[in-house]
């Protein structure tokens, strides 16, 4: 079939007449007043030859004059790909010759460079995309524009958008001139502007009608004809919005805090991991006194501080507890929620007994713990490190389990164990708080960036220690750079498996670090001695240092050295003007370069029990692919445990359930802003905040690792495959431990989210290199090959 009319066609039609055509064809089912087409379908596309006398006969019955002509591709107005102005459109198109000349550039626009691009960006198969073309009566509009279902700035699904302009609206696609803007939130609207306050309720209603029908936010194009009638000439998924937390029975508004960026993570989490990171989370919190639940929106976590926020004694400290890991961005949405008066305390609402503190014992044990740590540094590191070792030999399996059930019960076994041991908490904490209280007692004594330089060069760093390893295995790989250099990171990976590479210490490297990975709190991510492409990335970044005095050693030295050398001058100077405060923040300063170190420690030894969990979980998937209810062995990270014991118990087939899993990881793997804090109606309440103002041309942030630094952008989504020349910036939208290797050949750091204490700015601070944090969209606002300057004191980066 290769000619077929509008009114014949459904969402199920798709493959043989593209998503926008699909689209229409349900909005004539569902009864909305639709402009008369046809649709030239895939099938003449596929043959490459136009079927005239069909094309012509079709136009004819509509009755000839004015058409427009647009392309339909099968991957064009999905759920997760709008291909919004991607391919063509032609209007006012007459006769059938231009008619036919129309459809041909139709289906050409498949292969331009924007649609290629775009099919790039979102993993579509290029060899799987066909093209269909719709054509359609031309309306006459006096207005037409945009109507968005829900607002598509701040994600509120309680407001709708409209864009209109006089004429056939091309100004409201294309972005190419001013525009009537209305915020529809159901309150009665005043007639201003080109619309009307009846052509406003007119277009809300249908709003609410399309969305409640067609089950999701929609974009949907309108005009209003010389008579005043409504026409509707397209309706498709909002792809930008990010999913809705879960429902719950509140009818007041709750509110989300994005927890993941604390461990250095955007990526969305899969299914497996949710559940360790879960309970992470949620212990990591419960020592600080505080009752939150951890849900999972888009596959991120996100904690619900709505009681806490709404608890008197809790809100009072909720910022400051920010302050440390979830940092600046965090700390002002959470300001704007204190000060909404939706969340304000209710009168007479008993407040939870578990949201205002921690426990006198848990409080009593901190102490202890904080000050015996502060007391006897040393001794406190040994028994960290003990403890470490222990975790590491309790994580090996003596007695390997030999069925599938028994590695269940292993895995079940592990899963709620805590690595947070008193011996290994309490120090962690007593480093960051000796590393954090000095910069108040030293108001108006020393600069943030002074105190910064203290705390670089810190020793006891486990993160350190790898990436120096590294460094030091890369120095002795220099005899096989060429080949290291010249061959992909998987192919050098694929031979090191294979027996074929020759021998340049690696084993020994992934014997003590190969247990870590980027994004290595997921369960489901590979460990580097799984797949170490990652790491002859690294390497290859290493070998590209031809300047010894950029050697990461030496830098890390150099960093170290300064560190000593202000911490003298800086005490001696607070000593002096203030007696009191200079000998306690000296004290408290020596103490953090002794104890802040350790803050990677914890997590290091963690991740010993997710490699055993993982490679335990790895077993069972490849059991279950052997009988056929999975596809492959690490299709099982996709399940949880329930449903992988309903699998090794019951003989569930969950192979189905792994692919539609696999397809919104994957989708949101594509996403590249994710909300630091939402509301229940989706409103990313960053978003919603007033614009910063700021330095013309500069982008603002915060400061995170003192220093200047200029030189050529590198915009980094991927440390795996990344490419880093030695004087670069390296612009992320986060980091986590895995990424530190590339900052031993960065000027400088970059990072959309962050902490002062967190993992990026500290390791920064430890090589000397300058980091501003927390600056909005930098990985779209900066491009690589940009020359930028980032000022750590300013807390800017400049784009020249």
């Not at 939150?292 to 596959?299: F, H, R």
């Not at 600069?447 to 486990?462: A, K, Q, S, T, W």
């Not at 990881?665 to 910063?692: I, K």
Request: hydrophobic letters at 45%; one cysteine or more; proline letters at 6%.
């Amino acid at each position: 079939m290769r000619v077929i009319a509008l009114s014949e066609l459904t969402g199920a039609t798709t493959e043989l007449v593209g998503g926008k055509a699909a689209g229409l064809g349900e909005l004539i089912r569902l009864g909305e007043r639709v402009p008369a087409g046809f649709c030239v379908t895939t099938e003449a596309q596929e043959a490459g030859v136009l079927p005239e006398a069909e094309i012509d006969a079709a136009y004819r019955q509509l009755g000839g004059g004015r058409v427009a002509v647009r392309s339909s591709a099968t991957v064009e107005d999905l759920p997760d790909a709008s291909f919004a102005g991607i391919q063509d459109t032609f209007l006012n198109v007459t006769g059938t010759a231009d008619l036919l000349s129309a459809i041909e550039k139709c289906w050409h626009s498949l292969h331009t460079d924007r649609a290629v691009a775009y099919r790039d960006a979102h993993d579509i198969d290029h060899a799987t995309v066909r093209m269909a073309v719709v054509v359609q009566q031309m309306v006459d509009p006096a207005l037409a524009g945009v109507l968005f279902t829900a607002n598509p700035v701040t994600g509120r699904r309680t407001e709708m958008v409209v864009e209109a302009a006089a004429g056939p609206g091309a100004v409201v696609v294309d972005g190419t001139g001013d525009v009537d803007r209305y915020v529809l939130d159901g309150s009665p609207q005043l007639a201003q502007g080109l619309l009307t306050s009846v052509q406003l309720d007119e277009l809300r209603a249908a709003g609410d009608r399309l969305q409640r029908q067609l089950g999701a936010p929609q974009d949907i194009e309108w005009a209003y004809d010389r008579q005043g009638v409504l026409w509707l000439l397209q309706a498709r998924p909002i792809t930008t919005l990010f999913p809705l937390p879960p429902a719950t029975d509140d009818p007041e508004p709750r509110v989300y805090l994005e927890f993941g960026h604390v461990q250095g993570m955007l990526r969305p989490v899969t299914p497996m991991g949710m559940s360790t990171l879960r309970s992470l989370i949620v212990a990591m919190l419960a020592s600080l006194g505080l009752r939150v639940e951890v849900t999972d929106i888009g596959g991120r976590l996100y904690g619900d501080l709505t009681d806490l926020a709404r608890h008197p004694a809790a809100r009072k400290r909720l910022v400051k507890l920010m302050a440390v890991d979830f940092g600046p961005r965090a700390q002002s949405v959470m300001e704007r929620v204190l000060a909404d008066p939706r969340f304000a305390p209710r009168p007479g609402r008993r407040a939870r007994r578990d949201g205002g503190g921690p426990s006198a014992g848990t409080a009593l044990r901190a102490l202890t713990g904080v000050v015996r740590a502060l007391a006897r540094p040393e001794a406190a590191r040994t028994r960290l490190f003990r403890e470490i070792q222990r975790l590491a030999t309790d994580a090996d399996t003596t007695a390997e389990p030999r069925t599938a059930a028994d590695r269940l019960r292993f895995v079940r076994e592990h899963e709620n164990t805590s690595s947070g041991a008193d011996d290994i908490v309490w120090p962690i904490v007593a480093g960051m708080l000796a590393a954090t209280l000095p910069a108040h007692l030293l108001k108006g004594i020393a600069e943030r960036d002074e105190i910064d330089r203290v705390l670089g060069g810190m020793p006891h760093n486990v993160t350190i220690e790898m990436d120096l390893a590294l460094w030091r295995l890369s120095e002795r790989a220099r005899t096989h750079r060429e080949l290291l250099l010249s061959t992909a990171p998987a192919e050098l990976a694929d031979r090191y498996r294979r027996g074929t590479l020759p021998d340049i210490g690696l084993a020994a490297f992934l014997d003590r670090y190969g247990h870590r990975a980027v994004a290595e709190v997921d369960l489901g991510i590979p460990r580097w001695a799984e797949d170490p492409a990652p790491v002859f990335a690294m390497i290859a970044n290493y070998l590209r240092v031809t300047d010894p005095e950029q050697a990461p050693d030496r830098r890390f030295a150099r960093a170290a050295a300064t560190a000593e050398a202000t911490l003298d001058r800086l005490v001696v100077r607070a000593r002096r003007r203030r007696p009191v405060r200079g000998r306690l923040a000296g004290f408290l300063l020596r103490r953090a370069r002794s104890l802040a170190g350790l803050r990677e420690a914890g997590k290091f030894g963690g991740l010993y029990r997710l490699r055993e969990m993982r490679r335990q979980l790895l077993l069972i998937g490849a059991e279950l692919a052997a009988g056929g209810l999975l596809a492959r062995p690490d299709d099982i990270m996709f399940l949880n445990l329930d449903e992988v014991a309903a699998a090794v118990h019951q003989g569930t087939d969950h192979r189905s359930t792994v692919t539609a899993r696999r397809a919104v990881h994957e989708r949101e793997l594509r996403r590249r802003t994710v909300p630091v804090a939402l509301l229940s109606d989706g409103t990313d309440l960053e978003a919603a905040l007033p614009a910063p103002t700021g330095t013309a041309g500069a982008l603002r942030g915060v400061g995170a690792a003192a220093g200047v630094a200029t030189g050529p952008a590198r915009v980094v989504r991927d440390p795996a495959t990344a490419h880093l020349e030695p004087g670069e910036i390296l612009v992320a939208p986060t980091t986590d431990p895995g990424w530190t290797p590339l900052f031993l050949t960065a000027a400088g750091l970059v990072t959309e989210t962050g902490a002062v204490m967190a993992h990026g700015p500290t390791v920064a601070r430890e090589y000397g290199i300058p980091a501003v944090i927390c600056v909005p969209d930098a990985t779209r606002r900066i491009r690589t090959g940009d020359v930028v300057t980032v000022d750590a004191a300013a807390g800017t980066v400049t784009v020249r």
